[in-house]
């Protein structure tokens, strides 16, 4: 079974910083992608930012320049680095591994929990 750990939430002002982690642990697998989610009050859930396991990353255009995404692949875990907060990126963060599990034909997408980030002065 694999389980994805989320960490870093939390309130912050406007203009502040924030980090994000995400493990995936329980099983052995090959990582796709991973990656952040958000969904805000009323709003559909959206990709922020992805990076897959050569390293290709894909960003929100509401993000870039904003928010640095980055993973340890020893680890399988992902970050993301939250920079210049605005009041407008509050949300449930959601982690997600696009993963294969070993001796598995098939992708499995995975989420994790979610993770409340609140910009507010």
């Known amino acids: 079974q694999v389980q994805l750990v989320e960490s870093g939430g939390g309130l912050v002002q406007p203009g502040g910083s924030l980090k994000l982690s995400c493990a995936a642990s329980g099983s052995i697998f090959s990582v796709n992608a991973m990656g952040w989610y958000r969904q805000a009050p009323g709003k559909e859930r959206e990709l922020v930012a992805a990076?897959?396991?050569?390293?290709?990353?894909n960003y929100a255009d509401s993000v870039k320049g904003r928010f640095t995404i980055s993973r340890d692949n020893a680890k399988n875990t992902v970050y993301l680095q939250m920079n210049s907060l605005k009041p407008e990126d509050t949300a449930v963060y959601y982690c997600?591994?696009?993963?294969?599990?070993?001796?598995?034909?098939?992708?499995?997408?995975?989420w994790g929990q979610g993770t409340q980030v609140t910009v507010s002065s």
């Open positions: 997600n591994a696009d993963l294969t599990p070993l001796h598995s034909d098939y992708q499995y997408g995975y």
């Open positions: 990076i897959t396991s050569g390293g290709s990353k």
